[in-house]
């Protein structure tokens, strides 16, 4: 209430320390705003730009006083703006945190930026307020969305890429590489093949054969993995895999055979045909290169000696392992060799030499452990 003989006066005039803690409140948070490289942009439903910080276009190269003319489809490429702007409304449930948007720039070229913000309904329509950070010159191969989303999405195909191709591409990233180098390299061979298949997929529908493939190749390739080995290929009913150290791919196939011999028992209690396997393995030179386009590639090894490990493959009889001589002579000491046979190679003027095996040794924590094909399974 105002005294007889005096006026109402303004706020600022009345409580000037409130005033100035206000003041001093908002430089602070512009300072903060800028030490932090944070800008902010508010849009209408339409695509306006209401208002935006100064800062940001200038980052972008636009002229911050004739900017009446942007849009946030104009300064967002079209997958971001399409996803922050269009229908998408889920994203903004709970507000948006950590989302990956590339903006465009006066020039064209893309830059990537964090986005955060919130999305109020109001009787005008939708009504965006977003706090945006540059996040330096990432790839801009990188997809653009919810980071946690895109997280997410890289856990699953983790599941579809070795752990070593991941290692290589990490190595690569902090060298500064764009893709992993080639190399030539000693390495162990291991084709693995289901014998039959494809008689046995003829009565059955494509969720038993799934299962199948899913249940044999998976076991295979858990040991291949267990041996500290690649898997580099899974084919259908094939499976290609890598190893450094040849002992480790012959233990693998013992393991492969065992598990299908297990495997064969429950098939032939419960009336099913049996699934067995036949295995070659080789050791020799390679390269290991990256084949294909820039929209995708694979890394494999090639050379002869990946081709005379699947000639092997196709020679080895069911249920049998069938090693070359290369990888024989490296750890003959551990294996028990059952019968040496020679094999005609296309390209190649002398026959191949290998061996069939039964049975390898291994040096295990508790001391020598020998491992066969044709040990009791239970």
């Known amino acids: 209430m105002t005294r007889q003989g005096e006026k109402d006066l303004p706020a600022s005039q009345t409580h000037p320390q409130s005033t100035l803690r206000v003041q001093t409140e908002i430089d602070f948070l512009k300072d903060l705003m800028k030490r932090l490289d944070l800008y902010f942009l508010e849009a209408e439903e339409s695509g306006k730009i209401r208002s935006v910080s100064g800062g940001l276009l200038r980052n972008l ?9 942007l849009t946030v489809h104009s300064i967002f490429d079209e997958a971001s703006a399409q996803e922050l702007f269009g229908r998408r409304f889920s994203i903004w449930q709970n507000g948006l945190r950590f989302y990956r948007a590339k903006l465009r720039n006066s020039s064209g070229d893309l830059v990537f930026f964090d986005v955060s913000g919130s999305m109020e309904v109001q009787p005008g329509g939708r009504r ?11 790839d801009l191969s990188l997809e653009t969305g919810p ?56 009565n059955r529908n494509p969720d038993e054969i799934v299962q199948m493939l899913n249940l044999s190749i998976g ?26 150290d040849p002992l480790n791919a012959i233990l693998a196939a013992v393991e492969m055979q065992k598990q299908f011999q297990i495997l064969n028992l429950f098939n032939m209690k419960n009336n ?12 020799g030179e390679c390269i290991q290169a ?10 494999t090894a090639i050379g002869d000696s990946v081709n005379i490990a699947s000639r092997l493959e196709k020679a080895a009889g069911p249920g049998t392992i ?31 030499k290998a061996y069939y095996i039964n049975r390898v040794t291994f040096q295990g924590p508790r001391g020598p452990v020998s491992l066969g094909v044709d040990d009791d399974v239970f």
């Open 147 to 202: 980071f946690l989303e895109n997280v997410h999405a890289y856990s699953i195909a983790q599941r579809y890429i070795s752990k070593e191709l991941i290692t290589r591409a990490r190595r690569a990233a902090s060298s500064g590489q764009k893709h992993l180098l080639n190399e030539t390299r000693v390495l162990t061979f291991l084709f693995a093949d289901l014998v039959s298949f494809t008689a046995y997929s003829e």
């Open 61 to 69: 190269g636009y002229d911050s006083g004739n900017a009446h003319g």
């Open 290 to 299: 990256s084949l294909g386009t820039d929209d995708h590639m694979e890394w």
């Open 322 to 352: 069938l090693v070359s001589a290369a990888t024989v002579d490296v750890v003959r000491d551990n294996l028990t060799l059952v019968k040496e046979v020679e094999i005609a190679v296309k390209g190649k003027s002398v026959p191949l």
């Open 272 to 283: 099913q045909e049996e699934i067995q396997v036949r295995i070659g393995i080789h050791t």
């Open 219 to 244: 076991a295979a390739s858990s040991n291949i993995i267990h041996y500290n080995g690649l898997v580099d290929k899974i084919m259908g009913d094939s499976v290609f895999a890598i190893f450094e």
């Open 128 to 138: 965006y307020r977003l706090m945006l950070r540059e996040l330096g010159p990432l």
